[in-house]
């Protein structure tokens, strides 16, 4: 499991309780657990096709290089040795030698296990080591609903070679994957392992940094002063009864001009925000902890189970009873 914990250097949005900014607060909340994670030796010409799944994927290319695209229709994207990428929503994508190459299901490859959640997986192509390429490959899920703002920002692909420009972390721990694949020492998969962690949760710290520059929008949001404080407090304790008068407290505002500016620059109102807040978290109570709907729609506040379900299927689109069950397949899907 890994956070977001270091500092991002934007502008600061004071939080009196934590002394951090309010971005960096969020943040913080960020987690990400690995799924698995396999050392790939492939020979060319090889092309291997992933199809969508519930966790994030990370490639990095540790020998020779591969070409990524998304689907059918889009670009090939180029990855050097020692370049990495992160698909936050785990979209359908293929890896290939060359982007001539018919692709074929990622499941025909041979696969062994190595430790718990690590594999080896070759083609079925001869040839000698030296003539391989190497991929490194995970799946990673984070803690936030995808419907969290955050994630619903995220682009489908986050190239690590277009933020080492301008993040100094981002360089080195790509340089300690490609050492650690180039000494190839004991345990060299689990420390690959740990190393993608911390570049994945590197990356998603640069794209907010480097790549979240509109002035409006959810990041812009946090970035406000006043606003990002009232942002900061509801994801805290979602389970408060937040109205429009306490939340107008925080900002240190009348409630009409606090609610005309939450509005303007979040692009929800006070309440639909609160709501979604509380069923992103609901969701992840229920999915993740397997707690019961009704135990859920108590701790948030709900008068009944009806009101609380009601709403979780008009925000999240699913009554909260259809979850459950896809507990177990969202883990086998990983």
Request: glycine share 8%; proline share 7%.
């Amino acid at each position: 499991m890994l956070d977001l914990s270091s500092r991002p250097q934007v502008e600061p949005a004071a939080d009196t309780a934590t002394g951090r900014d309010t971005l960096t607060a969020l943040l913080l909340g960020l987690r990400l657990d690995g799924v698995e994670y396999g050392r790939c030796v492939l020979h060319a010409p090889w092309a291997a096709a992933f199809a969508p799944r519930a966790a994030a994927s990370f490639h990095f290319a540790a020998r020779g290089g591969a070409w990524l695209r998304m689907s059918d229709a889009g670009d090939w994207m180029r990855l050097d040795q020692g370049d990495a990428v992160l698909l936050p929503h785990g979209g359908a994508h293929v890896l290939a030698s060359d982007p001539s190459v018919p692709p074929v299901d990622v499941a025909a490859f041979s696969r062994v296990p190595v430790a718990d959640n690590l594999y080896l997986m070759r083609d079925a192509a001869g040839g000698g080591q030296d003539a391989a390429d190497v991929m490194f490959c995970g799946a990673m899920r984070f803690n936030l609903d995808p419907l969290h703002p955050l994630m619903a920002m995220m682009p489908a692909v986050i190239h690590a070679g277009e933020l080492a420009r301008r993040d100094p972390a981002v360089p080195a721990l790509l340089e300690a994957m490609e050492r650690e694949v180039a000494l190839d020492r004991i345990g060299a998969c689990g420390i690959l392992a740990r190393l993608a962690d911390v570049l994945a949760a590197s990356i998603i710290r640069g794209w907010v940094e480097c790549d979240c520059s509109d002035p409006t929008g959810w990041i812009a949001a946090v970035r406000c002063p006043k606003i990002g404080k009232v942002i900061a407090a509801i994801h805290a304790d979602p389970q408060r009864d937040w109205t429009v008068p306490a939340l107008a407290g925080i900002m240190g505002a009348s409630r009409s001009r606090f609610a005309e500016a939450f509005t303007r620059t979040v692009g929800d109102t006070p309440g639909k925000y609160v709501a979604k807040v509380k069923m992103f978290r609901a969701r992840q109570w229920i999915t993740e902890e397997g707690m019961r709907v009704a135990v859920a729609a108590d701790r948030l506040g709900y008068d009944s189970e009806v009101a609380f379900s009601r709403a979780f299927k008009r925000i999240v689109g699913q009554p909260p009873s259809a979850l459950r069950p896809l507990r177990y397949q969202a883990r086998r899907a990983a």
